[in-house]
């Protein structure tokens, strides 16, 4: 069994087709969203800043920041992308500045608890027999005056989640496991996220049954990824950071025409067909819209006149008005009621039958045991369908 990150199955979790993408078929990319190369710069140089303190150097916010402007330099390259078009790089090199003085302000001169590692890695596995082992990094470890061990992660985003998504989040908490394993006598752990854009701590604590919960969730979701043969792509906010456009099948017609001259582009063969379909569609439209006027206009004629058949040039209208027998639908209130009712009777067999949706949905996500959905699938088959949804194309894919 191969070894896991949080980031892979956070990667699986988002989107399958770009974990296989990265991870599977090791298909690698330099390009890098400025959002990730400003984080990876502030965390460098907040290592710095507790690698220097274990030496007893306590660098000034101007040393630090002298630091952080001297990396970015040196790291940065031109497959650096900026998603937000009024942004420059400066800002972004601003920004981090800014983060930067921000935690410094909050925690010098750093002493409030010992450094015991800065971006220490951990690998361990999940379970005693070695099969499901992770690895990862921690930003920093550390203990208090209290002998609370601290598993501290320096946030630079712009989002700040809630109290329950700390407290249910995966990352620290693996990396908690990953500390007892290392040192099993360790007994109090805090995990600490520091969100440098709001100047605020999260801290949240994991009791035993969180942690047994967190590793059988996690060892499930390992299962998964390595039993599944289909990784389909998730669409997402986050498909404007993903390296794969050009291998996606969500995205990869808007990269192939982006850059075509309009001319080229209108004659491309998939944006000609799309706009004839959706010329066709409209024009459909329109027509189903007229003969639902036209058939209200021959019903009420067929009532006002008191005819059946009404005679046109070429072809003639028979006009029906039955009566329909109705019961309450699957969702409606009443139906619970009426099923009990015929189940009472012992006829429920005489009216009832298989819901062939509801048991495909139970069978796709296996939600059965394994030999009934076997023995289902005996009578079962894949069918290919197929569809077409149009929708309007958002301002940033125009
Ligand atoms: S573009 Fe979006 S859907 Fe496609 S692989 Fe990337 S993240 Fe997945």
């Given at each position: 069994?191969?070894?896991?990150?949080?980031?892979?199955?956070?990667?699986?979790?988002?989107?399958?087709?770009?974990?296989?993408?990265?991870?599977?078929?090791?298909?690698?990319?330099?390009?890098?969203?400025?959002?990730?190369?400003?984080?990876?710069?502030?965390?460098?140089?907040?290592?710095?800043?507790?690698?220097?303190?274990?030496f007893t150097k306590i660098n000034s916010l101007s040393a630090l920041l002298a630091y952080y402007n001297k990396i970015w330099?040196?790291?940065?390259?031109?497959?650096?992308?900026?998603?937000?078009?009024?942004?420059?790089?400066?800002?972004?090199?601003?920004?981090?500045?800014?983060?930067?003085?921000?935690?410094?302000?909050?925690?010098?001169?750093?002493?409030?608890?010992?450094?015991?590692?800065?971006?220490?890695?951990?690998?361990?596995?999940?379970?005693?027999?070695?099969?499901?082992?992770?690895?990862?990094?921690?930003?920093?470890?550390?203990?208090?005056?209290?002998?609370?061990?601290?598993?501290?992660?320096?946030?630079?985003?712009?989002?700040?989640?809630?109290?329950?998504?700390?407290?249910?989040?995966?990352q620290l908490g693996l990396y908690h496991i990953g500390i007892q394993k290392k040192w099993p006598d360790i007994e109090n752990?805090?995990?600490?996220?520091?969100?440098?854009?709001?100047?605020?701590?999260?801290?949240?604590?994991?009791?035993?049954?969180?942690?047994?919960?967190?590793?059988?969730?996690?060892?499930?979701?390992?299962?998964?990824?390595?039993?599944?043969?289909?990784?389909?792509?998730?669409?997402?906010?986050?498909?404007?950071?993903?390296?794969?456009?050009?291998?996606?099948?969500?995205?990869?017609?808007?990269?192939?025409?982006?850059?075509?001259?309009?001319?080229?582009?209108?004659?491309?063969?998939?944006?000609?067909?799309?706009?004839?379909?959706?010329?066709?569609?409209?024009?459909?439209?329109?027509?189903?819209?007229?003969?639902?006027?036209?058939?209200?206009?021959?019903?009420?004629?067929?009532?006002?006149?008191?005819?059946?058949?009404?005679?046109?040039?070429?072809?003639?209208?028979?006009?029906?008005?039955?009566?329909?027998?109705?019961?309450?639908?699957?969702?409606?209130?009443?139906?619970?009621?009426?099923?009990?009712?015929?189940?009472?009777?012992?006829?429920?067999?005489?009216?009832?039958?298989?819901?062939?949706?509801?048991?495909?949905?139970?069978?796709?996500?296996?939600?059965?045991?394994?030999?009934?959905?076997?023995?289902?699938?005996?009578?079962?088959?894949?069918?290919?369908?197929?569809?077409?949804?149009?929708?309007?194309?958002?301002?940033?894919?125009?």
């Amino acid at each position: 069994m191969p070894v896991y990150s949080h980031s892979q199955l956070n990667m699986y979790e988002q989107c399958p087709l770009k974990y296989k993408l990265r991870y599977r078929d090791r298909i690698k990319r330099d390009i890098e969203g400025i959002e990730g190369f400003l984080g990876s710069r502030v965390h460098d140089t907040l290592k710095k800043c507790y690698d220097n303190l274990r030496f007893t150097k306590i660098n000034s916010l101007s040393a630090l920041l002298a630091y952080y402007n001297k990396i970015w330099q040196e790291n940065w390259h031109d497959s650096i992308f900026i998603m937000k078009q009024d942004l420059t790089p400066d800002d972004y090199r601003a920004l981090g500045e800014k983060l930067i003085k921000t935690y410094y302000e909050r925690y010098s001169p750093f002493d409030s608890d010992t450094t015991i590692g800065t971006e220490m890695g951990l690998n361990f596995a999940l379970d005693d027999e070695n099969k499901y082992r992770m690895t990862g990094y921690l930003d920093r470890l550390s203990w208090d005056k209290d002998d609370i061990y601290q598993i501290h992660d320096y946030k630079t985003s712009a989002h700040l989640p809630s109290q329950e998504d700390a407290d249910n989040d995966r990352q620290l908490g693996l990396y908690h496991i990953g500390i007892q394993k290392k040192w099993p006598d360790i007994e109090n752990i805090r995990l600490i996220w520091h969100y440098l854009a709001f100047d605020r701590e999260l801290v949240s604590y994991r009791t035993p049954e969180a942690i047994s919960k967190l590793i059988q969730n996690t060892k499930s979701l390992i299962d998964e990824i390595e039993s599944v043969r289909d990784f389909p792509p998730c669409e997402s906010p986050l498909c404007e950071w993903c390296e794969y456009p050009d291998l996606c099948p969500l995205r990869k017609h808007f990269i192939k025409v982006e850059t075509m001259p309009v001319n080229e582009y209108l004659n491309e063969p998939g944006v000609a067909l799309v706009n004839k379909y959706v010329a066709l569609k409209d024009e459909a439209k329109k027509v189903d819209q007229e003969t639902e006027k036209v058939k209200a206009a021959i019903l009420d004629y067929a009532r006002r006149e008191e005819v059946e058949i009404i005679k046109g040039s070429d072809y003639k209208a028979r006009v029906r008005f039955d009566e329909k027998l109705r019961f309450p639908g699957k969702n409606d209130e009443e139906r619970q009621e009426l099923d009990e009712v015929i189940k009472q009777a012992g006829k429920w067999a005489e009216v009832s039958q298989l819901d062939t949706t509801s048991l495909a949905h139970v069978v796709e996500n296996s939600l059965w045991s394994k030999d009934l959905i076997e023995q289902a699938m005996k009578c079962g088959r894949i069918e290919v369908t197929d569809s077409i949804h149009i929708s309007k194309l958002k301002d940033a894919e125009k």
